[in-house]
């Protein structure tokens, strides 16, 4: 199968024109008027723009549904609407939540993992938010389940999911945090989050392994001149990347186009959506035992806390162009950068042979056309434009 005569982001991000070929659910080869039998199927996308598909690591839930649900059900919804906004893959993310919660949302998502719905986004794996976090820091957590660092805890958790834990996020000033980190790297990627942390804290935590920070600029000590905090840790750091909430509400789009021209390929999107994601606005969602109340498209506990978005990292993108920053790098934000921070940028997150063929085709005002997802040996295109 061909898509045929559309630019798309090469393995280097630079926009070009020319020909995909995918076979078997991968890509097979790229390059201009590629050479091609009479019967073999092909889509026009001249006019049309092909990017990655796009992979969100940090995602609670969507369409009324939430990776705390701890079902299937929950799961295939999620993925069912995420690939309708261009995400192929997916980290179903927990929050601070009790324990049996937890469990069942990891065997949810395992079940979901080992046996794909046919009509959704892919999980990739789980990112786990909490519980291990800062009770001053704790933004929209729930105090009433936050716990130490425990390795062995996490480590019985990480086993129950069949390893398929992506990222762990915690407090790395709390006790027990040198440890953790120390131990936790050695599974997965580790971020820093709902911190409290100084930035000497915040580099001796880059020199025990964390390499991630979860939402930078939230629930953390904001940039001050003589207190960089882990904002400043992180812009100066190169050993990490740093996770960007883009939805123009947890972050001043002027703050975001610093931060990317900083970061660099080191800024990765993410959602850090709600079940109340794609739903009508009002009062009554839960999130982690709490209320949360959505109005013009902000997320807030009662008390007015923050408390993540109904944004899609489709919507960020759009939102990153037209703020300023490149298409190229906002795309590349959206999906070979988390594809790195959860260690699957061999596999996805770039247009380059070998890789899986998950594409998402774009039209002039950067709105989906089409979607085409792997699904083992299958490539699946999905059409949600005119």
């Not at 994601?277 to 807030?300: D, F, H, S």
């Amino acid at each position: 199968m061909f898509l045929i005569n559309g630019k798309y982001l090469n393995e280097d991000f630079q926009l070009v024109q020319g020909d995909i070929e995918v076979e078997n659910g991968r890509i097979l080869r790229t390059g201009p008027s590629l050479s091609r039998k009479e019967e073999d199927m092909a889509v026009d996308c001249q006019g049309y723009t092909i990017v990655p598909g796009f992979i969100d690591v940090h995602i609670h839930g969507c369409a009324g549904a939430d990776t705390g649900d701890g079902t299937r059900q929950a799961i295939e919804d999620m993925a069912r609407f995420l690939l309708s906004h261009g995400v192929t893959s997916f980290c179903p993310t927990t929050a601070t939540v009790g324990r049996d919660t937890v469990k069942a949302a990891l065997l949810a998502a395992k079940d979901v993992h080992d046996h794909p719905s046919e009509d959704g986004a892919k999980v990739a794996g789980v990112n786990m938010e909490g519980p291990f976090f800062s009770h001053e820091r704790k933004g929209a957590q729930n105090e009433e389940f936050l716990l130490a660092p425990d390795f062995e805890l996490f480590q019985e958790w990480y086993q129950l999911s069949g390893g398929l834990v992506r990222l762990i996020d915690l407090a790395t000033e709390q006790p027990g945090g040198e440890d953790f980190v120390k131990r936790a790297k050695e599974l997965c990627t580790v971020s820093i989050a709902h911190t409290t942390a100084k930035y000497e804290d915040a580099k001796a935590a880059f020199d025990w392994g964390v390499t991630h920070v979860t939402h930078l600029f939230n629930a953390m000590n904001g940039l001050h001149h003589r207190k960089p905090g882990v904002v400043g840790a992180a812009l100066e750091d190169e050993r990490v990347r740093a996770e960007l909430i883009c939805d123009g509400e947890h972050i001043h789009p002027a703050v975001l186009k610093i931060a990317f021209r900083l970061l660099g390929d080191r800024a990765l999107i993410v959602s850090d959506s709600l079940r109340a994601n794609g739903m009508p606005e009002g009062a009554g969602y839960e999130m982690g035992g709490q209320t949360v109340r959505i109005t013009g498209g902000k997320c807030t506990l009662p008390d007015g806390t923050i408390a993540g978005s109904v944004s899609n990292l489709h919507q960020e993108v759009k939102n990153l162009v037209s703020w300023g920053v490149p298409f190229e790098q906002a795309v590349k934000a959206a999906s070979l950068i988390p594809a790195q921070a959860i260690g699957l940028d061999k596999e996805l997150g770039s247009i380059q042979a070998g890789k899986v063929a998950d594409l998402v085709v774009l039209d002039e005002s950067l709105e989906i056309a089409s979607v085409w997802v792997s699904k083992g040996e299958n490539t699946q295109m999905m059409t949600f434009g005119e």
